[in-house]
């Protein structure tokens, strides 16, 4: 694990906490948590998945429309940062999750 990879997850973590906060009004802390963390495991998701097409797109020359999207997803274009970037993220927002409805179930 580098400096990168801990500043993922600790925006991940502010993310799904400033959604889970926006949502609280309207919903319970367990799914007001659960959609800001599908959302923050999302941004991270998506961002990792366009540096992998970025560059496959620089090593091939292939365009966006020449690329089709299993070609991104295959495991060996992934680096191993780059994995630890976006499931870092999904582990950090599974326990602040986990947190939201242990406080739901409290309340």
């Known amino acids: ?3 990168t990879n801990i500043e993922h997850m600790a925006f ?6 400033m959604i889970g906060f926006i949502l609280l009004a ?3 802390y367990g799914w007001a948590f659960t959609l800001g963390g599908v959302a923050a495991g999302a941004v991270f998701f998506g ?6 097409e970025y560059r496959i797109r620089e090593r091939t020359g292939q365009t966006l429309t020449m690329l089709m999207p299993w070609h991104v997803l295959k495991p060996d274009e992934w680096t191993k940062d780059g994995i630890i970037d976006f499931v870092g993220v999904w582990v950090v927002c599974a326990v602040i999750t986990a947190w939201a409805w242990k406080m739901e179930w409290i309340s």
């Open 1 to 3: 694990m580098n400096k």
């Open 47 to 52: 961002r990792e998945y366009a540096q992998v």
């Open 12 to 17: 991940g973590a502010v993310l799904q906490f």
């Open 26 to 28: 309207s919903l319970g």
